[in-house]
Structures are given as C-alpha cells and as structure tokens.
Nanobody, 122 residues
C-alpha cells in the first residue's frame, strides 16, 4: 500500500518560512520522481515544484527563487523549503509521486498525499 504523508504546514506571517516534508512508503522511493502541488480555495490545483529521481528540479514561475525542493532517498522523504512567503501562497499543499517525471509535470502523478494546509497571513 502506497502512502505519502505530508507534514510541516501551518500559519506563518508574510515574509516567513516553512519547510514541508513528505514521507513515502510502499514505493521504491529512489526511482520515483516527486512533486509538490497546491490548491487554493476556488482555484485549480497547480504544480509548485518537482524533482526527478536524479535530483533535477523544476519550479513554477511564481515560486522561483523562493522555494526549494529536495529529496533524501535514505529517508524516503521529499522536502519543500518555502521562504519569503506571500499571502497568495496560502493553499493546501499536496505531495505526489510518479515513476516518470513527465506525469508530475502534466499534473497526472501515480500517487497523491492527503495534503497539508499552509496559511500566510498577518
């Protein structure tokens, strides 16, 4: 049974930072591409960042220079470091996994996590 469990969300002031974690089980983590998506109320889900099984990263234009995706294959975990947070970053953030990174980039990964809420507000 595949499980992706996110953690690290919360309430933060504008300009602050958070680090999200997603621990995977039930998959051979090192061969999977991983991604972070977000969905704000009333908006479509969007890809935030993705990392290939080789460690190459892709970012949405809206988060470039502020967010960093990384992975630790020894811990079966992917991270999203979020700095200089803005109110428009408020959303539920979901982790996703897929064998082919193109599926993450297309928004059609094999597996999804339940999500963690990030709220940026003063």
């Amino acid at each position: 049974q595949v499980q992706l469990v996110e953690s690290g969300g919360g309430l933060v002031q504008p300009g602050g930072s958070l680090r999200l974690s997603c621990e995977a089980s039930g998959i051979i983590f090192r061969i999977y591409a991983m991604g972070w998506f977000r969905q704000a109320p009333g908006k479509q889900r969007e890809l935030v960042a993705a990392v290939s099984n080789g460690g190459s990263a892709n970012y949405a234009d809206s988060v470039k220079g502020r967010f960093t995706i990384s992975r630790d294959n020894g811990k079966n975990t992917v991270y999203l470091q979020m700095n200089s947070l803005k109110p428009e970053d408020t959303a539920v953030y979901h982790c996703a996994a897929t064998v082919n990174i193109r599926d993450v980039l297309r928004g059609t990964p094999d597996y999804w996590g339940q999500g963690t809420q990030v709220t940026v507000s003063s």
